[in-house]
Structure formats: C-alpha cells, structure tokens
C-alpha cells in the first residue's frame, strides 16, 4: 500500500517538475516599470510574518516539516 | 506656422527625453548611517483538544494552548559602494499549559512542562549589492525553555539573473540543542523524588536551494528542496509506550534521521482584484514517512488597501515504521513510540485572514504601516483538532 503510495507520489512530482519546466522556458523578461502586480506585497514568495506560528504549530503536529520557510530543527516542540 | 509649431512641440520633446536619459537613481538618498527600516509584532493565540497523548502512550487529553508573542526589528544603512547592510533583532516569548505533560509525574507538578515559557531570541546581518545582484547573510538564534535548549546559525547566498526576473538562494542552517532526560515519574531511577535529570543532545543539519521566477508580468513562481539532517536523542524521554503485554517503556526512535522536502509556490494576479496564492510540498524521510501538502489562498482587495484572504490546507502523511498505537508494540520492536504526530493521517486546515494598509496609516497612526488578522481551524482525521488566531503589525 505504501509503495503505491509512493509511486503515486513520485508520479506527481515528476508531473510537476515537467510542469514546472515547461513553465520556465516559457518565461519572459519583464520590465521594471511592467512589475507593478508582482511587487504588490500579497505576490511576495517569501514566508508571511503573520503566517510565523501556523508554520510552528504544523511542524510540531505534523511529521513532515521544511520547504515552507518554516522552521525544520530548533527548539523542543514537545507537548 | 505650422512648421515653427512642429518644432517647438519637437524640441520640448527632445528636452523632455534629454532629461529622462540624464536621471538617475540619486544615491543621496540612500542613508550612509543606519535607519530604522520596520517593525513587526506578531502575537498568535493557540489552542488544541485531542486524546491520543504520546506523553500517556497514545491515549489521553492533548489539550494543549500557547501565547505566542514576537517583535522584531529592522535597520539598513548604504555604504560608500552602495552596497545595503540590513540589521535585523527578533524577541520571541511563548507561554503554553499542557495537559498531558502533567502526567509526566501526576503526583506534583514537577513535570518538564504542564505549564512552561519559551524565550528565543536572534539576530541576523545581510549585505546586497544591487548592481551584482547578490546577497550575502548570516544569523544566530537561540531558543530556551525549562528542559530544552537550543542554539542555531545560518549562512545565506542569493543570484539574481541578470535581468533580475531569476533569483538562486542557497541556505545553510545548523541547530545544537540540549535536552533534559525528565522521564515519566514510574520509569526514573531512584524513584520520583530523584530531580537529577541528565541531559542529551539532538543536532540538525539543514541545507537548502531555492530558485525564484518571473513567468510574466503577473506571474511568479519558486522551487526550494532541502536536505535535513538530524541526529542524537530524536525521540522525547517522557513520551510513554504500552507494549502488548502492559509494561511501559520510553519512546524509542533512531539516533539519525535524513528528510527530504520538495516545495513548489506560485502566486498569480488574476484580474485587478485577486491574487492566487499556491504551495505544495512533497516530503519523504528515512523513517517510512511521505506527506504531501497543498495550501490554496485567494487575496480578494476589496480596495486599494484592505483584503481578505479565505485559505485552505490539505496535507497527508504516512505512519513512520517506528508507530504503533497503544498496546500493540511488542518486546521484539528495535523502535517504538505511540505519538500520533507520526501515525497515518489526513488534516484539514482553513480560515481566513484580513488586512489593511492604508497609505496615512493605520487608525491613521503614521506609523502603523499594515494591520493583518487571521484565523485557522485545523482537524486531524485521527480527531485532533486546534484554532488559532494571529495578529500581525507592522511598523515603519
């Protein structure tokens, strides 16, 4: 069951990393002045301050942690 | 007539041009000495129920809540190079009353933390050279509460292409942490009263990449996997496990563990109103667990400056081979821990968030930049379940 799991997941991946390629290739130089909706501060690709201890909280019920600019070690989380 | 009004309106053009090709960035007004750039406070309230406590073996109360404040702060100065340094200091204090680890030792309230307070501070530096497009970073941090300590450092690299629609970060953290070996009250040696506790320790090695893209002028996306590394005592010494045949022992997990998350976010302007923001993340580790995580956001501006944010989170994991729920272990298991953190499961998480950014401030204190609220509810499919609401300002 696991190992179809896996497969499933990996096929995923593997999807979205073609996807994900696809996507770069067909990327364009865009401006300074034409990256007004990127620079809003909603578009921002970095983690959210406000987000800092939803990610904390999921890292310490969760078993997966990391890639989400939360914290991946570091302090107990015990209880 | 016509000609000498041609070439008057053509001249004031070509003026016009001169002028435009001539500004620069002025650099005067990037300060030499060191500013305040902003502030943010977040303080987060949290709360959770359940009853597979990994303290009492896999069964009992998990509640749990936790008053979480931080503050932090930054400041930047420009150097003769132009190069921008950025100072930043961050205070956090968590204050949290568990139920479950009061049963550590039932009989007093000398458990590790049936009610505890968690400070941890950090620092961090960064220099940017604009013109290069690189960043270079370093931090330290630490984290203190009655039976852990911990302390960490990181060391940052960033690229931009050159022309600046790319970005590669490389990051590389490490943690040292201690903890207190404070076992449950019927396993201590020398009976409760013994308040010797040893100590071991638990390091994490961490590396990441992470590459950042523009598609379009309304489109942008990253790519980030990491690589942790984590070994010494994983386990926690006052999480109980009934085997089978009604004895108790003391969580025991592998010395090491290696994890692999693979993480994918994309945010897209759709239209003048909303913004899709999305995360998915696939994970594996050496312990038999594999998750996956997709987060979905919509950021409605219900005008220029307020919005509101409605989320949701999927995530699924598999059980670490380690897991079995009460009673089941057997003396012929290497490994054996009943913390239904990591058993097989689903969660749901969901909520919404508000914020407000008026250009004269907050309440139109000048000062207050940005004001954000949010709210989640999170379900376990094994019945575990917690809230929690944060507010966010930020100060400039």
Known sequence: MRSIQSNRSLAFSIFLSAAT???????????????????????????????????NFQ????????????????GCGCN | MK??????????????????????????????????????????????????AAVTGGIGSEKLTDLSNSIDLKFIKYDRHDRKHSFTGELGIDHYTSASSDKIDPATISSASHADTRFYPSIGYTVENENKGTTVGAG???S????????????????????????????????????????????????????????????????????SQIINERFQLMLEGELVYQSGYLGLPFHRVYFND???????LPSSRL??????????????????????RNYHDDWGINSNALQLETV????????????????????????????????????????????KFNSNFYGAGFRMAPPKGVFKLQHLNSLELRYGHYQKTNGMNSDIISLGLKFK
């Not at chain 2, 500013?35 to 949290?46: C, G, L, M």
């Not at chain 2, 931009?160 to 396993?187: F, R």
């Open chain 2, 300 to 343: 409605v501006k219900l005008g220029s400056f307020f919005s509101v944010t409605p989320f949701y989170r999927f995530y699924q994991q598999s059980a670490a081979d380690q897991f079995a729920v009460y009673k089941i272990h057997t003396a012929a298991d290497d490994f054996y821990t009943s913390n239904y953190d990591l058993s």
């Open chain 1, 59 to 74: 890292s310490y019920r969760e078993g997966a942690s990391g890639a989400n600019g939360g914290k991946t070690g570091g």
């Open chain 2, 3 to 52: 000609k000498l009004f041609l070439s008057v309106i053509g001249m004031y053009v070509m003026m016009l041009a001169s002028f435009s090709q001539t500004t620069k960035p002025d650099s005067s007004y990037k300060s030499r000495k060191l500013t305040f750039e902003e502030a943010n406070f977040v303080s987060s309230y949290y709360r959770q129920d359940g009853n597979n």
């Open chain 1, 21 to 55: 390629v696809l996507l770069f290739v067909s990327c364009k130089t865009v401006k300074e002045y034409q990256k007004n909706k990127l620079n809003d501060s909603e578009m921002s690709l970095s983690g959210r301050k406000v987000e800092k201890t939803e990610l």
């Open chain 2, 140 to 142: 330290l941090s630490s």
């Open chain 2, 246 to 252: 009604g004895s108790v022992h003391i969580e025991n």
């Open chain 2, 144 to 211: 203190t509460e009655f039976d852990y300590q911990s302390f960490g450092t990181n060391l940052s690299f960033s690229k931009k292409t050159n022309n600046k629609s790319g970005e590669l970060t490389i990051k590389a953290q490490v943690y040292l942490d201690q903890l207190k070996l404070i076992y449950p009250v019927e396993l201590r040696q020398g009976g409760g009263n013994n308040m010797n506790y040893g100590s071991d320790n638990r390091n994490t090695f961490s590396g990441s990449v992470s590459w």
């Open chain 2, 259 to 280: 994890k692999i998350p693979l993480g994918l976010r994309a945010n897209y302007f759709l239209g003048d109103k909303i913004i899709l923001r999305t995360w998915y």
